[in-house]
């Protein structure tokens, strides 16, 4: 992802200097603070079980765990800063050519533009309700999960749940998004401006619902305004196909399975399905390759780390332990 963000801002002429101090200050705050609700979970889980030593316990664990702190707070933030990079760099290098194709496949397969869909589902009166699932829950949800998942999960899943997300990010959030380049539904004017009329109403509906300070629209100009400029911003960049967003909440409910988190990580995705052509990020074929990718590159690097180790591996890993 470095190599990809080197090399696209190169010939973009995009400056992306400023972006790894601020994803670096708020993941390190986020870990710590994901340190403290796990230490706090440990202790409780120790107290309702009575056990002896609950303190030598759990720094035990804080020191089983500390290098693997590294993911969160160094690594994830490093990848996420390349990533908005290499997408800021999209106007630039290739454009969005693909909107009007992605939204007649929506068309074709749901009916009719699927922000109509959706906005009879949720209803466009309770568009504020839905605005804080969006934007600030689904920011919540990628931080906090990251940090939470290398203090609590078993090695051997916390690399298949960080291989398969930057692998997921890097395929789809590189690789498809630059072939198949669109902006989105509310962005459509970037790229066809043939296009807008089309999805007037849907922005009208947002400028009768949603205040001009609403993270929704605040989001959106921010967006809008970094497009135009040579400088990459945290959270930059605009890119329809394929979406992120649904490809990490379809890592979530992969990671869920067969334990109780996966009655959060479903309807987690359901609703940022849902909003995601409700305020127009998205056409809903953006959402399903998202997704799809994300369950190619888990199931694949599941079967990568999952792998039995050869015999001969074995016989002289425990040679050099006897010498």
């Given at each position: 992802m470095l190599a990809s963000a080197f090399f696209t801002c190169f010939l973009a002429r995009v400056d992306f200097s400023q972006l790894f101090v601020p994803?670096?200050?708020?993941?390190?705050?986020?870990?710590?603070?994901?340190?403290?609700?796990?230490?706090?979970?440990?202790?409780?889980?120790?107290a309702l079980k009575q056990a002896d030593s609950p303190v030598t316990l759990v720094v035990a664990r804080l020191r089983e765990r500390a290098a693997l702190l590294v993911l969160p707070a160094l690594v994830f933030p490093v990848f996420l800063s390349a990533f908005t990079a290499t997408k800021t760099a999209i106007p630039f290098l290739v454009g969005y050519h693909w909107d009007g194709f992605w939204a007649d496949i929506d068309k074709a397969i749901f009916g009719q533009d699927v922000w109509r869909i959706a906005h009879r589902i949720l209803g466009s009166?309770?568009?504020?309700?839905?605005?804080?699932?969006?934007?600030?829950?689904?920011?919540?949800?990628l931080v906090f999960t990251a940090?939470?998942?290398?203090?609590?999960?078993?090695?051997?899943?916390?690399?298949v749940f960080y291989t398969a997300m930057m692998a997921t990010w890097i395929?789809?959030?590189?690789?498809?998004?630059?072939?198949?380049?669109?902006?989105?539904?509310?962005?459509?004017s970037l790229g066809d401006q043939a296009l807008a009329g089309r999805f007037a109403q849907l922005n009208a509906l947002m400028n009768q619902y949603l205040s001009t300070g609403g993270a929704v629209r605040q989001t959106q100009e921010y967006l809008a305004a970094a497009v135009r400029s040579h400088v990459a911003v945290k959270g930059g960049g605009v890119s329809a196909?394929?979406?992120?967003?649904?490809?990490?909440?379809?890592?979530?409910?992969?990671?869920?399975?067969?334990?109780?988190?996966?009655?959060?990580?479903?309807?987690?995705w359901v609703v940022i399905f849902l909003c995601s052509a409700y305020f127009g990020y998205h056409y809903?074929?953006?959402?399903?390759?998202?997704?799809?990718i994300a369950c190619i590159c888990w199931f694949a690097t599941a079967r990568i780390y999952n792998r039995p180790v050869a015999e001969s591996t074995i016989l002289a890993n425990q040679s050099l332990a006897t010498i």
């Amino acid at each position: 992802m470095l190599a990809s963000a080197f090399f696209t801002c190169f010939l973009a002429r995009v400056d992306f200097s400023q972006l790894f101090v601020p994803y670096l200050v708020a993941s390190i705050a986020v870990t710590i603070v994901c340190v403290l609700i796990s230490v706090f979970w440990w202790v409780l889980q120790l107290a309702l079980k009575q056990a002896d030593s609950p303190v030598t316990l759990v720094v035990a664990r804080l020191r089983e765990r500390a290098a693997l702190l590294v993911l969160p707070a160094l690594v994830f933030p490093v990848f996420l800063s390349a990533f908005t990079a290499t997408k800021t760099a999209i106007p630039f290098l290739v454009g969005y050519h693909w909107d009007g194709f992605w939204a007649d496949i929506d068309k074709a397969i749901f009916g009719q533009d699927v922000w109509r869909i959706a906005h009879r589902i949720l209803g466009s009166s309770s568009m504020r309700v839905w605005e804080w699932f969006y934007t600030v829950g689904w920011g919540l949800a990628l931080v906090f999960t990251a940090a939470l998942v290398a203090l609590n999960m078993e090695r051997r899943q916390i690399a298949v749940f960080y291989t398969a997300m930057m692998a997921t990010w890097i395929i789809g959030g590189g690789i498809f998004a630059y072939a198949f380049s669109a902006a989105g539904p509310v962005f459509v004017s970037l790229g066809d401006q043939a296009l807008a009329g089309r999805f007037a109403q849907l922005n009208a509906l947002m400028n009768q619902y949603l205040s001009t300070g609403g993270a929704v629209r605040q989001t959106q100009e921010y967006l809008a305004a970094a497009v135009r400029s040579h400088v990459a911003v945290k959270g930059g960049g605009v890119s329809a196909m394929p979406s992120m967003h649904l490809a990490a909440a379809m890592i979530y409910i992969l990671a869920s399975r067969r334990t109780a988190w996966l009655l959060l990580s479903v309807p987690f995705w359901v609703v940022i399905f849902l909003c995601s052509a409700y305020f127009g990020y998205h056409y809903w074929i953006d959402d399903l390759v998202g997704s799809a990718i994300a369950c190619i590159c888990w199931f694949a690097t599941a079967r990568i780390y999952n792998r039995p180790v050869a015999e001969s591996t074995i016989l002289a890993n425990q040679s050099l332990a006897t010498i």
